[in-house]
Every structure is written in C-alpha cells, then in structure tokens.
C-alpha cells in the first residue's frame, strides 16, 4: 500500500512539472484575448516581429450616448478625437524577458489619454498581470486580466 501511494505521488509531482515547465517556456503563451479587470474591455495581444501588441476588440459600451461608435476623445492630440477605440492598438512593443515577463512595453489608457510604460506577467495559463507605471514600476498600479480567447 506504502509502495502504491509513493508511486501516485510522485507520478502527480512529475506530470506537474513538465505541465509547469511547458508553460513556462513560451514566449508567446501571452497571444489571445484577455478581459481587463473591470470588465469594460477585451484586448487581443499578438506578435509583431519579436515584438507583442495588443489591440481593443471588444467594449462593454461600444457606442456614446447619441449611437455612434466611441472615440478616442479624450487623446491630449485634438486630431485623433475622432479615431474608433475599438481596433485602437493600446497596448505597444513588448519584448519577452523569460519567466513569464514582457517588458519594455507601453500602455495607452483611453479613460484618461495618457500613455505609460508598462510590463506584463502571465501568473497562471488565463491570467496576466498588466503593470502601467509612470518612471519606475514602483509607482504604477496593476491590473488582472483574464483569457478569453487563446489564439
């Protein structure tokens, strides 16, 4: 009976760390579609190069008060008010830096219209922490996403 649970046991330890070392090895296990943490909006993350972006595709309010597709509104640029916010690539030139880190990214937020750096980290198989931090990543805040899409 000893022998049969030691072998259960370390069968289970085994698969568990290939499943995590697979995991852990792809630098593009952060494509696919993710939920913000508020619920407002989806954004699908690609790879350009050996770079990763990200683009709005989906908005829990596509459309402002009068019906109309919402915009970019409160961009400090007065010429990009009129830019759609869904397809607008928000999230820019991520590199991966192992470990489940990219970095050396930006963030646009369209609530505020402001840009930040920003650094990502894939914490589990569906959920991202996205960081967007002004100067250093000490003064930042941190946002959790969630996989919708793995593409």
Known sequence: MLKITK???LSILFFSL?????FAQSADAVVGVWKNGEGTGMVQIYKKGDKYFGKLVWLKVPNDPDGKPRTDINNPEAKLHSRPLKGL???RDFVYKGENKW?????????TGNDYSCE??????????????IGVSLFGR?????????K
């Open 120 to 133: 990502m980290k894939l914490v589990d198989e569906n959920t991202l922490e996205v960081r967007g931090y």
């Open 103 to 111: 970095e050396d990214g930006n963030i646009y937020d369209p609530k």
């Open 89 to 91: 690539e928000n999230l």
């Open 142 to 150: 941190t946002d959790v996403w969630k996989r919708q899409v793995k």
């Open 18 to 22: 290939i499943n995590s070392n697979l």
């Open 7 to 9: 072998t259960f046991f």
